[in-house]
């Protein structure tokens, strides 16, 4: 019996020394989630409030939250050798206590759909298999299900979302401006090259393993860079949100001032489907002219319009406010106004504006805007530490959750009538 006992005993301590090691080895380096709440002193409409809920969270890019609530956050570089951070609240008080790393790659992109997480690293997407309580079943045994997209470390985040029908989207970003390919010369090819394999959205089958960029459909082209999108079940279709070319003063100094190249070309909002085109490099829209513009690359002088129609944008924006974040609110804890509508991050600076790292809201009505866009949580630059908003999520309670990707905040917004 005292053989069993001190046999038992070791057991017991290796059992809590093995769960001390693991909890530690899954505290993230400078991560931090809140023992308390913190107010986040964001400035939002009258009735809701902001909090932060952890810190630290170095390169938080796109974020995805579980029916159960737990919050994975994906990075665009490694901790601790690890590029997504799953953060649980274990006694239910809305305090995040417990946080794990996984995923060996960094990146954008991240979903939930279904019973899966998805996550982008900045050439495959992977997905893993979600137990009962929304967690990762095997965090080390992801599946690749695309391989090998277009990387040339510009633009080459891989955002991604699905449609709840077998269907994963995902961007390839253009590595070049303006389709400019030779440095000497300020007239670009055309037809521009590029657009076989970057510059728009490949849609791909959630299930399939090992799918190559030529096995995936090319569902919409001519969209420079989209790192902002999400699917709007309302309506069951795509929205994007377009970074837009720059460089129009700096390239083209006979046609732009200095003051038009900060002010155009704007960013944009599209509702694509199979075929959408939206004309990049060969046009950019000017929301003061409210028309699409020839570039200069294809004979453009600021003024000349398009010679060719292709599809006018859902939404403009002012330029270089760099959307990197899109959410169609569809919970119940906010206002009426909010339902359906649109939540995009900005991640960018406004000439316009003279203001920027917000976040805006565009309402919506059967999946068009029915309403100007508003900024809607503005003062993320709070005291002048830099905080660039990028990722969204809602929460199951209807909270909506954002992320800073530069120095790692991460705040949940809530609203309660007064």
């Not at 400078?30 to 023992?35: E, K, L, R, S, T």
């Not at 649980?88 to 997480?117: A, E, S, W």
């Not at 991640?347 to 003279?354: D, T, V």
Request: charged share 20%; proline share 5%.
């Amino acid at each position: 019996m005292k053989k069993i006992a001190i046999a038992s005993g070791f057991f017991l301590i290796t059992v809590l020394v093995s769960f001390v090691a693991n909890a530690q080895a899954g505290k993230a380096k400078g991560i931090q989630v809140m023992a308390a709440p913190v107010d986040a002193k964001l400035v939002l409409p009258a009735g809701f409030s902001s909090t932060i809920v952890a810190d630290g969270v170095a390169g938080a890019r796109h974020i995805a939250v579980s029916r159960q609530g737990g919050i994975y956050i994906k990075l665009a570089w490694l901790n601790e050798g690890k590029g997504i951070v799953y953060l649980k609240d274990t006694n239910h008080d809305g305090l995040f206590d417990q946080q794990q790393l996984f995923g060996n790659y960094p990146g954008t992109g991240i979903c939930i759909r279904d019973n899966y997480l998805y996550a982008s690293s900045n050439d495959d997407v992977y997905r893993y298999a979600l137990d009962k309580n929304g967690e990762v079943l095997h965090p080390d045994q992801p599946e690749k299900i695309i391989t090998g997209l277009v990387n040339h470390d510009r633009d080459n985040s891989k955002s991604i979302t699905t449609d709840g029908k077998g269907h994963i989207y995902v961007n390839v970003g253009s590595y070049s401006n303006s389709c400019l390919l030779d440095p000497n010369s300020k007239k670009a090819p055309n037809p521009c090259p590029l657009l076989d394999s970057v510059g728009g959205i490949w849609q791909f089958n959630t299930a399939k393993l090992n799918q190559h960029q030529g096995d995936g459909v090319h569902y919409a082209t001519g969209f420079k860079n989209v790192v902002g999108l999400d699917w709007n079940s309302q309506v069951n279709a795509l929205y994007i949100m377009e970074h837009n070319r720059g460089q129009l003063h700096e390239l083209y100094p006979e046609y732009y001032t200095e003051e038009q190249g900060d002010l155009t070309a704007a960013e944009t909002m599209y509702k694509v489907t199979k075929g959408s085109t939206g004309g990049w490099p060969y046009v950019y829209y000017d929301h003061f002219q409210h028309k699409q513009i020839l570039s200069p690359e294809y004979g453009g002088d600021g003024k000349k319009t398009a010679t060719k129609k292709y599809q006018d944008p859902t939404m403009a924006f002012p330029a270089h406010l760099a959307p990197n974040g899109l959410l169609f609110y569809t919970g119940n804890q906010f206002p009426a106004k909010y339902k359906n509508g649109a939540f995009i991050a900005f991640h960018g600076r406004s000439a316009q504006l003279k203001k920027g790292y917000l976040v805006a809201f565009v309402p919506m009505k059967n999946g068009q805007p029915s309403g100007p866009w508003e900024i809607f949580a503005d003062n993320i630059m709070l005291e002048k530490e830099l905080h660039k908003p990028c990722g969204l999520a809602q929460g199951p309670d209807g909270s909506l959750y954002v992320t800073d990707d530069t120095n790692g905040r991460i705040y949940k917004i809530s609203y309660k009538k007064g």
